[in-house]
């Protein structure tokens, strides 16, 4: 059995949704945020390994040769890691920790590889064009999909394998605007009256940001270009390379950038604001409103899309010396087990077989209908146009 890998980066058209920006000054070479001269990873069949086959995936077998190897380290950006690898650990008797890291995770990675000191056995990050590029690419990593879930996957999802969908959305306070979100389309966020009343988290702290602006960019500039003229009644007349990049261009006067969307979260649905700010966050940050008193709500309705994909991957380091328990972790982490602990987030699985829980914020709709589909036919462009669009978003401030 075979499956599609990329050689440059890998085509896919995934199931969740995703959300992307614009252009630069100091773009390094090749780089164009217009769309116009990407092109579609190059793909080379290779063997899947055995037990990523359901003929050759055998749980009992990899659980016993799981426990004669040694502890394993996990890197994931969610807190939940901690629990997740308690409760893997307490299932299966293998020494499991989990590190929370949000920032430099691929550095880390690429430096304890080059050393040969390897730490981290699994990397679990929401930013598939440098996964793929930095780690995948080089053998720093190795993809594997458990075998008893292969074919039940999208193929998009594969490679790199993805294990969860979680989103950016546009969120309101319904304490001062009630049950309707303020604007219905985003073209509204760049007039006037909005000046200083988007939060959005650092657009440069996180390439995941500038993957979304990418892909907004290349593959839906028209649905851009339609919002503009369904609000204001006329084609929108730009220089810009797309309706997107004009979009992002006038929304960069009007926004105050935080640190963290966790600090989005209080500038949007703190209490006792008269006109508080739209702004981003991902779903987990809803949680505040029963844990801080927030008043968080997404933005439904919202034209052209309410959020943004940023689907996370997982794949287990090349020199670990516990291979077998860094694949029963992934296993177990993407299981309708591990996933609990993370979907009422908001975060979904790829897997049909992993059912949501209790949709208590009313996301599932959202995401099927109103969310920015997500791409991984071009992870190379994606991972490329990173530095273009951050230099664009600081001309335009």
Not at 20 to 30: D, M, S, Y
Not at 75 to 80: L, V
Not at 215 to 227: G, L, M, T
């Amino acid at each position: 059995m075979k499956r599609q890998t990329l050689q440059r980066a890998t085509g896919l058209a995934v199931i969740a949704l995703a959300f992307g920006l614009g252009v630069t000054a100091c773009a390094p070479p090749g780089a164009d945020t217009s769309g116009a001269a990407a092109q579609k990873d190059q793909r080379q069949e290779i063997e899947l390994q055995p037990d990523e086959t359901a003929e050759g995936f055998d749980l009992d077998a990899l659980v016993e040769a799981a426990k004669k190897e040694g502890p394993i380290t996990i890197y994931d950006e969610t807190g939940k890691v901690s629990q997740i690898t308690e409760a893997f650990t307490a299932k299966y008797g293998i020494e499991a920790e989990g590190v929370k890291i949000e920032t430099n995770a691929i550095d880390k990675v690429k430096r304890e590889h080059d050393s040969g000191n390897v730490i981290a056995d699994v990397l679990a990050i929401s930013e598939p064009p440098a996964f793929y590029a930095e780690l995948l690419r080089d053998d720093i990593l190795t993809n594997w999909v458990p075998g008893d879930v292969y074919d039940k996957l999208p193929e998009e999802a594969r490679y790199p394998y993805l294990t969860s969908g979680n989103w950016l959305w546009w969120m309101y306070n319904t304490e001062a605007y009630g049950d309707t979100c303020p604007v219905s389309n985003l073209w509204e966020l760049t007039e006037e009256d909005w000046k200083g009343k988007v939060a959005l988290p650092d657009p440069e702290a996180r390439a995941m940001y500038t993957n979304i602006w990418n892909q907004s960019a290349r593959d839906h500039a028209d649905e851009w270009a339609k919002a503009y003229e369904d609000l204001y009644g006329e084609k929108l007349e730009t220089d810009e390379p797309t309706a997107f990049h004009e979009w992002l261009k006038r929304l960069a006067k009007n926004a105050s950038v935080f640190k963290s969307d966790e600090e989005v979260s209080e500038a949007v649905g703190a209490p006792g604001q008269e006109a508080p700010p739209l702004g981003q966050t991902a779903a987990a940050k809803l949680r505040n409103n029963a844990e801080k008193g927030y008043s968080m709500a997404p933005c439904a309705g919202l034209e052209p899309y309410v959020a943004g994909p940023m689907p996370q991957t997982m794949a287990y380091a090349s020199k670990s010396k516990s291979p077998n328990a860094a694949k029963l972790y992934i296993h177990f982490a993407t299981s309708q087990e591990g996933m609990e602990f993370i979907m009422p987030d908001g975060k979904r699985s790829y897997n049909p077989d992993v059912v949501a829980p209790e949709d208590a914020y009313g996301l599932d709709p959202l995401i099927a209908d109103e969310a920015q589909p997500f791409s991984t036919e071009y992870l190379e462009d994606d991972y490329k146009n990173t530095v273009a669009w951050q230099d664009f978003w600081r001309s335009s401030r």
